[in-house]
């Protein structure tokens, strides 16, 4: 029987969202497939102050065990209620997810940033792992449509590990930024603008940001990247793609012939199990819900004749860092802080080349620096004292706040890290969850160390004075309720305003590395890594399965090493590059 549609994609975030665009426009019918429910930011997104809240942002006592996020954006993220998934012995791991159209990136941080050769090639340099099928001549054309497209504003600074692109004009910098900035000059560091995906002019007929700072709660105007305001619509305007909401798929359908014949899925109210049929498959889910679909789809697991599926899972290192004050900014005026998505970065600048060898540990890290007022004086209740005084003193240290924060540190690549299908435990329509089993390296726990010296000397340079629990203002905001399942103070301030990321610096939680549950730093890739050969790994460079032809997969699964920058952009990267591959294909140019 013919297929109903050209193409089906599984998931409408940063990937899939991509997917059905590009499909879409070169003329496929696509039928796209998500999870979760509607939603309309113009509608569903309101600008609200804490005040305005019944539990003064941090949802009704009970909501956020089941929710991550706060009172304000617990509507796009996900029930874990519904949705569990389990750990092995030892591991504590966060796995911070959303089910809504439109996923992650309804409430990510934003961060854009290019990765270089030295880290699609490190394995080539220092002998560890494995080197990506794909080197930055590949990625370039692709980098450049997908920021062309989506509006990164950021500065361009011609250095070859944290590659330039086609950039909006960057946000300027605010006080604490400026001080950050000048203290990095002054211990020989370069430093820019944290690379954001969120306009800083019209772009593509959307507007501009005008710096409300409710990013992490969902944007109403669509100046940062997401799928609901940026891919959906010209992918909608072609007339070739249809949009179903609650319907979670439960496995790919394999033919006679080695092709995946389509999907089943579960409609998410009713209940009811549905199978819809295409020429081709794309599992956008995100990276471990793809991985979990593969496992579902064939007793050991669906294109997994290498074996590696599920296995050499990665996150980012993160945790640590400096929170406190500058004192030069104490008690000056208040200033909206946080209405600018925040921060400076500065670039890793260790084990890039022979030059700059560490003899202590491979790879490295980016740091993030940034300050400022916040919404909230979160820090008041770990500041001593009582009475107006005190009272004086938490409005003095309110606009100079500040943090030095790890971007991205690069965690090694290891086989034992990986996720399987829980035996027992089931999701809400019966579909088994994953468990993950996920620890660190002696390498991992160095590099975070590392970071902690040079966070500290970047803050005594900037003048600072280190206070626990300090520095929330600016881009984190309000934290996330403390015993969240999916949300950390680490994972981006979700229930703040800006979301710049992580805070909470020294002894925020607990966990392996830097006082930090592993998951937090929220960038979770691998489990069905790219390779050349497929004895090694699960996909080819296009992201399409060694074993399946007509199945792809885009997300953070490709990925053989994470690298020290945020995935998402080189994620959606590699989607462009994988349509353009199936498109291919499609008119018999590929295999
Ligand atoms: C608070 C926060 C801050 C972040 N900040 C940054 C940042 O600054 N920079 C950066 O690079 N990355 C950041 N990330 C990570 C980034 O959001 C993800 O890398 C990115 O969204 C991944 O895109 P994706 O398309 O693979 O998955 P997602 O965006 O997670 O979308 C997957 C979609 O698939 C759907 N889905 C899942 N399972 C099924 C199923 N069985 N059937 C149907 N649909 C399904 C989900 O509902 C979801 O809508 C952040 C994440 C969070 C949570
Ligand atoms: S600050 Fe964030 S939510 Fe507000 S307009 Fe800018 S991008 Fe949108």
């Given at each position: 029987?013919?297929?109903?549609?050209?193409?089906?994609?599984?998931?409408?975030?940063?990937?899939?969202?991509?997917?059905?665009?590009?499909?879409?426009?070169?003329?496929?019918?696509?039928?796209?497939?998500?999870?979760?429910?509607?939603?309309?930011?113009?509608?569903?997104?309101?600008?609200?102050?804490?005040?305005?809240?019944?539990?003064?942002?941090?949802?009704?006592?009970?909501?956020?065990?089941?929710?991550?996020?706060?009172?304000?954006?617990?509507?796009?993220?996900?029930?874990?209620?519904?949705?569990?998934?389990?750990?092995?012995?030892?591991?504590?791991?966060?796995?911070?997810?959303?089910?809504?159209?439109?996923?992650?990136?309804?409430?990510?941080?934003?961060?854009?940033?290019?990765?270089?050769?030295?880290?699609?090639?490190?394995?080539?340099?220092?002998?560890?792992?494995?080197?990506?099928?794909?080197?930055?001549?590949?990625?370039?054309?692709?980098?450049?449509?997908?920021?062309?497209?989506?509006?990164?504003?950021?500065?361009?600074?011609?250095?070859?590990?944290?590659?330039?692109?086609?950039?909006?004009?960057?946000?300027?910098?605010?006080?604490?930024?400026?001080?950050?900035?000048?203290?990095?000059?002054?211990?020989?560091?370069?430093?820019?603008?944290?690379?954001?995906?969120?306009?800083?002019?019209?772009?593509?007929?959307?507007?501009?940001?005008?710096?409300?700072?409710?990013?992490?709660?969902?944007?109403?105007?669509?100046?940062?990247?997401?799928?609901?305001?940026?891919?959906?619509?010209?992918?909608?305007?072609?007339?070739?793609?249809?949009?179903?909401?609650?319907?979670?798929?439960?496995?790919?359908?394999?033919?006679?012939?080695?092709?995946?014949?389509?999907?089943?899925?579960?409609?998410?109210?009713?209940?009811?199990?549905?199978?819809?049929?295409?020429?081709?498959?794309?599992?956008?889910?995100?990276?471990?819900?793809?991985?979990?679909?593969?496992?579902?789809?064939?007793?050991?697991?669906?294109?997994?004749?290498?074996?590696?599926?599920?296995?050499?899972?990665?996150?980012?290192v993160g945790g640590g860092g400096v929170t406190g004050?500058?004192?030069?900014?104490?008690?000056?005026?208040?200033?909206?802080?946080?209405?600018?998505?925040?921060?400076?970065?500065?670039?890793?600048?260790?084990?890039?080349?022979?030059?700059?060898?560490?003899?202590?540990?491979?790879?490295?890290y980016?740091i993030n620096a940034t300050?400022?007022?916040?919404?909230?004086?979160?820090?008041?209740?770990?500041?001593?004292?009582?009475?107006?005084?005190?009272?004086?003193?938490?409005?003095?240290?309110?606009?100079?706040?500040a943090r030095v924060w790890i971007a991205?540190g690069?965690?090694?690549?290891?086989?034992?890290?990986?996720?399987?299908?829980?035996?027992?435990?089931?999701?809400?329509?019966?579909?088994?969850?994953?468990?993950?089993?996920?620890?660190?390296?002696?390498?991992?726990?160095?590099?975070i160390?590392?970071f902690q010296e040079k966070a500290d000397?970047l803050f005594?340079?900037?003048?600072g004075?280190a206070?626990p629990g300090m520095g929330r203002?600016?881009?984190t905001?309000?934290?996330?309720?403390?015993?969240?399942?999916?949300?950390?103070p680490g994972?981006?301030?979700?229930?703040?305003?800006?979301?710049?990321g992580p805070g909470g610096g020294r002894g925020a939680?607990?966990?392996?590395v830097g006082g930090r549950?592993?998951?937090?730093?929220?960038?979770?890739?691998?489990?069905?890594?790219?390779?050349?050969?497929?004895?090694?790994?699960?996909?080819?460079?296009?992201?399409?399965?060694?074993?399946?032809?007509?199945?792809?997969?885009?997300?953070?699964?490709?990925?053989?090493?994470?690298?020290?920058?945020?995935?998402?952009?080189?994620?959606?990267?590699?989607?462009?590059?994988?349509?353009?591959?199936?498109?291919?294909?499609?008119?018999?140019?590929?295999?």
């Amino acid at each position: 029987m013919a297929a109903t549609y050209d193409a089906i994609v599984v998931g409408s975030g940063a990937c899939g969202g991509w997917a059905a665009m590009e499909l879409a426009k070169a003329g496929m019918k696509v039928l796209m497939l998500e999870a979760g429910s509607h939603i309309d930011p113009a509608k569903d997104f309101h600008h609200t102050f804490l005040y305005q809240m019944e539990y003064r942002g941090q949802a009704k006592p009970g909501a956020l065990r089941r929710y991550a996020g706060s009172e304000r954006n617990y509507r796009i993220m996900l029930d874990s209620s519904e949705n569990p998934y389990t750990t092995a012995p030892g591991t504590v791991y966060n796995w911070g997810r959303s089910r809504v159209l439109g996923g992650r990136t309804l409430h990510w941080a934003r961060a854009s940033d290019r990765m270089a050769d030295y880290e699609f090639k490190a394995a080539s340099r220092d002998g560890y792992g494995m080197d990506w099928a794909v080197s930055y001549a590949d990625m370039k054309p692709y980098y450049d449509r997908v920021e062309g497209f989506i509006g990164v504003s950021a500065a361009k600074e011609g250095l070859p590990q944290f590659p330039d692109g086609v950039f909006l004009p960057p946000m300027p910098l605010n006080c604490a930024e400026t001080i950050f900035t000048a203290a990095c000059k002054s211990l020989g560091w370069r430093s820019t603008h944290r690379r954001l995906a969120q306009l800083t002019r019209m772009h593509n007929n959307r507007p501009p940001c005008h710096y409300c700072g409710n990013c992490v709660n969902g944007c109403d105007v669509g100046a940062m990247f997401n799928t609901v305001a940026v891919t959906l619509p010209p992918a909608l305007k072609t007339g070739n793609v249809e949009v179903r909401t609650d319907t979670v798929v439960a496995q790919v359908r394999m033919n006679n012939e080695n092709r995946a014949q389509g999907v089943t899925y579960i409609e998410r109210n009713t209940m009811k199990s549905v199978d819809v049929d295409a020429k081709y498959v794309v599992l956008a889910a995100s990276t471990l819900e793809n991985t979990r679909l593969m496992l579902l789809s064939a007793k050991d697991g669906l294109a997994n004749s290498s074996g590696t599926l599920g296995h050499y899972m990665m996150d980012q290192v993160g945790g640590g860092g400096v929170t406190g004050i500058l004192p030069k900014l104490k008690g000056g005026p208040s200033r909206l802080d946080d209405g600018k998505s925040a921060g400076i970065s500065i670039p890793n600048f260790q084990n890039i080349d022979k030059k700059t060898a560490r003899k202590d540990f491979i790879r490295g890290y980016v740091i993030n620096a940034t300050g400022g007022q916040s919404e909230y004086p979160q820090f008041a209740s770990a500041l001593p004292g009582y009475g107006s005084a005190w009272k004086k003193e938490v409005k003095s240290r309110y606009v100079a706040q500040a943090r030095v924060w790890i971007a991205g540190g690069e965690m090694l690549s290891q086989k034992e890290n990986r996720v399987e299908l829980d035996p027992e435990v089931k999701d809400r329509w019966g579909i088994p969850v994953l468990k993950i089993h996920f620890t660190h390296s002696d390498n991992d726990r160095k590099l975070i160390a590392d970071f902690q010296e040079k966070a500290d000397e970047l803050f005594k340079k900037a003048g600072g004075e280190a206070m626990p629990g300090m520095g929330r203002g600016g881009p984190t905001g309000f934290p996330g309720a403390p015993g969240s399942p999916d949300v950390g103070p680490g994972a981006g301030g979700q229930g703040g305003r800006q979301g710049g990321g992580p805070g909470g610096g020294r002894g925020a939680r607990e966990g392996a590395v830097g006082g930090r549950a592993l998951g937090s730093s929220i960038h979770e890739v691998g489990t069905a890594r790219m390779s050349a050969s497929p004895k090694d790994g699960v996909l080819n460079s296009f992201c399409q399965t060694h074993d399946v032809p007509n199945l792809y997969v885009f997300g953070g699964n490709a990925f053989p090493s994470t690298g020290d920058k945020h995935p998402t952009l080189t994620m959606m990267a590699l989607s462009a590059r994988g349509c353009d591959h199936l498109l291919e294909q499609a008119k018999g140019k590929k295999a």
